[in-house]
C-alpha cells in the first residue's frame, strides 16, 4: 500500500522519499509537521521545488479546533465531523442516514454555530408545498404589487429534517437550488448567499409515510454518512456527560471557528491540492467499473466521478497535505457511491451490501504506484 507522509509530491513515487507523520490521521502530529515546512519539502538540489505550506498549517489549525469545539457535544462519530467538513470545503451538499437519537440534528447545529453562519431548519412533511421551501409572492397593500418572500432556504446551512417525508413535487423544489445555488420565481433569480450547504437526514428503518428519493436528487448529495450506534464506551461517556442534564444541550456556549471569508479561503486552498493524472485514471477507472459490475443496475455518473476527486483534494488539506493519494480516494469513494448505484434485483436478494459491492471494485483496480 501506497505510504502517506513526506509533503513533496514525490512522497508516494516509487524511487523517492520516506514518510513522516504529517500523514498521520491525528490532527496534533499533523498540526507538529506542517510546523516546520521546510523540512518536509524537497530540496532545491533535488529539481522539486519546495512549497509555501502555511496555508495548510492554517487548515490544519482550524479543524483541529472544529474538532475540539464539536467533541463538547458530539461523542464519537469522529468520521461523521471529518465528512462534514469535507464536504463544506469542497461545496458539496450532505445526506445524513441513522436512525433516530444518533445525534443527526445536533451535528448539523453544531456544526453551524462553528462556522458562524446562518442556519435555517426545515421540517418536511407529507403537506409541506414547495413554496414553503423556496418562499411565495406576497400582495403587498402598500406597493400595490406581489413581493418575493425568500423562504428558509435562503440561508447559508439549511438542515432538513426527514427529507424522505416530503412528497416528489416538494423534493423536486431543491433540484435547482442545490445543483446551482439559485432559485427561479416567477421568471426572477435568486442566488444564494455563500456558503450554501444542504444537510439532510432520514431514517432507513422507518418507511411508512416516507417517499424514496429520486436518483437525480441523490446524485446531488456529495457524501451519504451512514451513522451507527455509539460503543459502549461512547455511550456510558454520554450519560455520564449528560447525568446532571434534563433540558436539551445549549450550544450557545460554542465558539465559532470559521467566517464566511474563511471558508472561501479554504475552498481555494483545497484548489490549489494536488491531484496526479494517474489518480484521475484511477478514479475514472472505479466509476467506469460500477457501469460495468454484475451485481449493479446502475453505476455512478460523471458527477460521482468529479465528487470523488473533490472530496479526496478536500482530505488531503485536512490531513495536512497539499498532494492526493491513493488512500484519500479509497476512503471518499465508499461515501460518494453508497448512494448513487442501485444493486441489481438477484443482488438484493442475496443481501448484498452496497458498501461490500464498492470494496470488492477498489480491490479490483490496481492501485497506482
Known amino acids: 500500500m501506497i505510504q502517506e507522509g513526506n509533503d513533496d509530491l514525490a512522497a508516494y513515487m516509487p524511487s523517492e522519499g520516506q514518510p513522516n507523520e504529517a500523514g498521520s490521521n491525528n490532527p496534533e502530529e499533523q498540526a507538529s509537521a506542517l510546523s516546520n515546512p521546510a523540512e518536509t519539502a524537497a530540496s532545491s538540489s533535488s529539481g522539486f521545488v519546495q512549497r509555501d505550506q502555511t496555508e495548510l498549517l492554517w487548515v490544519a489549525e482550524k479543524v483541529n479546533r472544529v474538532r475540539e469545539e464539536m467533541r463538547k457535544y458530539v461523542i464519537g462519530q469522529s468520521e461523521m465531523i471529518e465528512l462534514l467538513l469535507a464536504g463544506i470545503f469542497s461545496n458539496g451538499h450532505i445526506l445524513l442516514e441513522g436512525v433516530p437519537g444518533v445525534a443527526k ?5 453544531a456544526l453551524s454555530r462553528v462556522l458562524h ?6 421540517q418536511f412533511t407529507p403537506d409541506l408545498m414547495p413554496s414553503d421551501v423556496i418562499g411565495t409572492s406576497v400582495f403587498s397593500m402598500k406597493d400595490s404589487e406581489f413581493n418575493f418572500k425568500k423562504g428558509p432556504i435562503f440561508s447559508n446551512i439549511v438542515l432538513i429534517d426527514e427529507i ?3 412528497p416528489a413535487k416538494t423534493q423536486a423544489a431543491l433540484f435547482e437550488v442545490m445543483e446551482e445555488r439559485q432559485i427561479t420565481y416567477d421568471g426572477t433569480r435568486y442566488d444564494m448567499s455563500f456558503p450554501f450547504l444542504v444537510i439532510a437526514t432520514q431514517n432507513p428503518v ?7 428519493l429520486p436518483e437525480a436528487q441523490l446524485d446531488r448529495f456529495l457524501f451519504k454518512i451512514k451513522l451507527d450506534y455509539p460503543t459502549l464506551d461512547e455511550e456510558t461517556l454520554i450519560l455520564t456527560r449528560y447525568k446532571e442534564q434534563i433540558q436539551a444541550p445549549d450550544l450557545s456556549t460554542i465558539t465559532a471557528v470559521f467566517t464566511a471569508d ?4 479554504v475552498q481555494k486552498v483545497v484548489e490549489k491540492v494536488i491531484i496526479e493524472d494517474r489518480l484521475i485514471q ?8 460500477t457501469r460495468n459490475h454484475s451485481k449493479l443496475y446502475l453505476g455512478g455518473s460523471p458527477r460521482a466521478s ?3 476527486l473533490k472530496a479526496a483534494k478536500a482530505f488531503a ?3 495536512g497535505r497539499d498532494f492526493v493519494t491513493p488512500d484519500d480516494i479509497q476512503f471518499v469513494t465508499i461515501h460518494v457511491l453508497n448512494h448513487r448505484l442501485i444493486l441489481t434485483p438477484e443482488a438484493e436478494m442475496e443481501g448484498t451490501q452496497m458498501e461490500e459491492v464498492i470494496r470488492e471494485i477498489v480491490q479490483t483496480i490496481e492501485v497506482p504506484r
Open 282 to 289: 484511477y478514479i475514472a477507472q472505479i466509476v467506469n467499473k
Open 105 to 109: 440534528t445536533l451535528s448539523s447545529k
Open 206 to 212: 422507518e418507511q411508512e409515510g416516507t417517499y424514496n
Open 306 to 308: 468529479l465528487s470523488i
Open 164 to 166: 424522505n417525508r416530503a
Open 317 to 319: 488539506a485536512i490531513r
Open 262 to 265: 474563511e471558508l472561501h479561503k
Open 117 to 122: 453562519v446562518d442556519f435555517s431548519r426545515i
